[in-house]
């Protein structure tokens, strides 16, 4: 089941990925560097924003939704109205923020207020579809958001509207299926807020809204750092660096949790518990398969990957890229696996305070080794703090839910993705680089579809 779910969202996220790519070749061809450069800070404000007001909210009605199936209606009022007062919120910000600068960016932030608003309503509702497990719809909703985004926005730009065509363009289309959603799931909805439901949303999506913002101070805190300490060009190389390695298994990771997590939450409020283990198990060797895959790939050949994505004046990133890679393995596998414990319980302060250890962590280390062993000591704290962080939020975790994080699954996906690894070793040391590149990517295709054969099949594994 989750396999199957994954494969579909995989779809659902991979097309607007690629149209989201080629936004990218189309905007940098049409806009002059200043007005793309514009552009991208406030469409970065304006993620920043929803994932630290809105994200929590989101989790709120994934996790809550299957708890009141019989009060959905009540439910999806209160979380509507909850919205509403958000919003308002961000109007006020917004126009206060409109007041102080001037110029043409006082147009760009009422902007980033309208796409906000409907960027914030356009994922409310697709998390709506995903918690209902409607896949196809929320692959539709994706889809036509990402193409009507892109179209716009082009047409815009060639109009002359320079940086507000493409945020114009995002807002106009995700206006345009947010409308849908208002037919379609809130027509018959009242709402207003119920208190008995209003109080555990707040309990539960409080301390996510600040584990939202202290993952975001975890990811960024080593660029900052580094530009302070060393200088802004070695900044300039570690972000490019951690994008490249971080961005694409993080994404995958996501992929999983999609399908996955409302499965782990229906099957837990249902009170199927044999459900509930299948579920996380499958998530977990997956989450494992994925990451091994990845990570071995991009560690043994992080050379010529960053040489050919990033360029020449980016080589010094291939340091970091191996280190990089393990750590999102790690804060992978804490995200989207073992703080479901506190997400199941509705613990989620515990969720918070191992975010903070991690934050905590990955400071200390940063600000005594940067200075004397440079960006690799960036990459090293970053793999640190990764690890103490699931460490942490497997030990309270098990105290909340005791749920096995190692089986024979796991064994037989590690040990097998340890045998790559050094099958891989060897090639490199026997071959040339294009046919071990060859080798390689087909022994890790191997290895990913045996474990979806493994999870497909349901095969036992044996104890001897």
Same mark, same amino acid.
């Given at each position: 089941?989750?396999?199957?779910?994954?494969?579909?969202?995989?779809?659902a996220?991979?097309?607007?990925?690629?149209?989201?790519?080629?936004?990218? !070749? *189309?905007?940098?061809?049409?806009?002059?560097?200043?007005a793309?450069?514009?552009?991208?800070l406030?469409? !970065?404000?304006?993620?920043?924003?929803?994932?630290?007001?809105?994200q929590?909210?989101?989790?709120?009605?994934?996790?809550y939704?299957?708890?009141?199936?019989e009060?959905?209606?009540?439910?999806?009022g209160?979380?509507?109205?909850?919205?509403?007062?958000?919003?308002?919120?961000?109007? *006020?910000?917004?126009?206060?923020?409109?007041?102080?600068?001037?110029g043409?960016w006082?147009?760009?932030?009422?902007?980033?207020?309208?796409?906000?608003?409907?960027?914030?309503?356009?994922?409310?509702n697709?998390?709506?579809?995903?918690?209902?497990l409607?896949t196809r719809?929320?692959?539709?909703?994706?889809?036509?958001?990402?193409?009507?985004?892109l179209?716009?926005?082009?047409?815009f730009i060639?109009?002359?509207l320079?940086?507000?065509?493409?945020?114009?363009?995002?807002?106009?289309?995700?206006?345009?299926?947010?409308l849908?959603?208002v037919?379609?799931?809130?027509?018959?909805?009242?709402?207003?807020?119920?208190?008995?439901?209003?109080?555990?949303?707040?309990?539960?999506?409080?301390?996510?809204a600040?584990?939202?913002?202290?993952?975001l101070?975890?990811?960024?805190?080593?660029?900052f750092?580094i530009?302070?300490?060393?200088?802004?060009?070695?900044?300039?190389?570690?972000?490019?660096?951690?994008?490249?390695?971080?961005?694409?298994i993080?994404? /995958?990771?996501?992929?999983?949790?999609?399908?996955?997590?409302?499965?782990?939450?229906?099957?837990?409020?249902?009170r199927?518990?044999?459900?509930?283990?299948?579920?996380?198990?499958?998530?977990i060797?997956?989450?494992?398969?994925?990451?091994?895959?990845?990570?071995?790939?991009?560690?043994?050949?992080s050379?010529?990957?960053?040489k050919?994505v /990033?360029?020449?004046?980016?080589?010094?990133?291939?340091?970091?890229?191996?280190?990089?890679?393990?750590?999102?393995?790690?804060?992978?596998?804490?995200i989207?696996?073992?703080?479901?414990?506190?997400?199941l319980t509705?613990?989620?302060?515990?969720?918070?305070?191992v975010?903070?250890?991690?934050?905590?962590?990955?400071?200390?280390?940063?600000?005594?080794?940067i200075?004397?062993?440079g960006?690799?000591?960036?990459?090293?704290?970053?793999?640190?703090?990764?690890?103490?962080?699931?460490?942490?939020?497997?030990?309270?975790?098990?105290?909340l839910?005791?749920?096995?994080?190692?089986?024979?699954?796991?064994?037989?996906?590690?040990?097998a993705?340890?045998i790559?690894l050094?099958?891989?070793?060897?090639?490199k040391?026997?071959?040339?680089?294009?046919? *071990?590149?060859?080798?390689?990517?087909?022994?890790?295709l191997?290895?990913?579809?045996?474990v979806?054969?493994?999870?497909?099949?349901?095969?036992?594994?044996?104890?001897?």
């Amino acid at each position: 089941m989750v396999l199957r779910y994954s494969l579909h969202y995989l779809i659902a996220r991979g097309i607007p990925a690629l149209v989201n790519f080629l936004a990218i !070749a *189309v905007y940098t061809r049409l806009l002059s560097p200043d007005a793309y450069g514009r552009y991208i800070l406030v469409l !970065a404000g304006v993620n920043i924003a929803n994932l630290t007001v809105f994200q929590w909210l989101r989790l709120s009605l994934v996790r809550y939704l299957p708890a009141y199936q019989e009060q959905e209606g009540v439910l999806l009022g209160t979380i509507g109205r909850i919205y509403l007062i958000l919003m308002a919120g961000v109007g *006020v910000l917004g126009g206060v923020a409109g007041l102080i600068v001037g110029g043409e960016w006082r147009s760009l932030v009422l902007v980033a207020v309208l796409l906000l608003w409907m960027q914030a309503w356009f994922e409310l509702n697709v998390e709506l579809l995903r918690a209902r497990l409607q896949t196809r719809a929320y692959g539709w909703a994706m889809g036509v958001r990402s193409v009507g985004a892109l179209a716009l926005g082009t047409l815009f730009i060639l109009g002359g509207l320079g940086a507000f065509g493409p945020l114009l363009g995002m807002t106009l289309s995700m206006a345009g299926v947010g409308l849908f959603f208002v037919y379609q799931n809130w027509r018959t909805i009242r709402l207003q807020l119920n208190w008995n439901q209003f109080i555990p949303l707040l309990r539960f999506g409080l301390p996510l809204a600040g584990s939202v913002f202290l993952n975001l101070a975890l990811n960024a805190s080593d660029r900052f750092l580094i530009a302070l300490l060393i200088d802004e060009g070695k900044a300039g190389i570690y972000s490019a660096g951690y994008d490249l390695a971080y961005q694409p298994i993080i994404l /995958l990771f996501s992929v999983v949790n999609l399908a996955s997590y409302p499965l782990i939450v229906r099957a837990w409020e249902n009170r199927k518990e044999r459900m509930v283990k299948e579920y996380l198990s499958d998530n977990i060797t997956l989450l494992l398969a994925i990451g091994f895959a990845s990570g071995i790939f991009v560690t043994e050949f992080s050379d010529l990957i960053v040489k050919t994505v /990033l360029g020449e004046k980016f080589y010094d990133a291939t340091i970091i890229v191996p280190w990089i890679v393990w750590g999102t393995l790690l804060e992978g596998i804490r995200i989207y696996h073992s703080d479901f414990s506190f997400h199941l319980t509705e613990n989620t302060k515990k969720q918070l305070y191992v975010v903070m250890c991690g934050l905590f962590v990955n400071l200390i280390v940063n600000l005594i080794y940067i200075p004397r062993m440079g960006m690799i000591a960036a990459a090293w704290s970053t793999l640190i703090a990764f690890g103490c962080a699931l460490l942490l939020s497997i030990w309270w975790g098990r105290r909340l839910i005791l749920f096995t994080l190692i089986s024979k699954k796991v064994i037989w996906v590690v040990t097998a993705g340890i045998i790559v690894l050094f099958c891989v070793k060897f090639l490199k040391s026997n071959l040339d680089s294009v046919e *071990v590149m060859i080798i390689s990517i087909l022994l890790c295709l191997l290895y990913v579809s045996s474990v979806f054969y493994l999870l497909v099949r349901n095969i036992k594994i044996p104890t001897d």
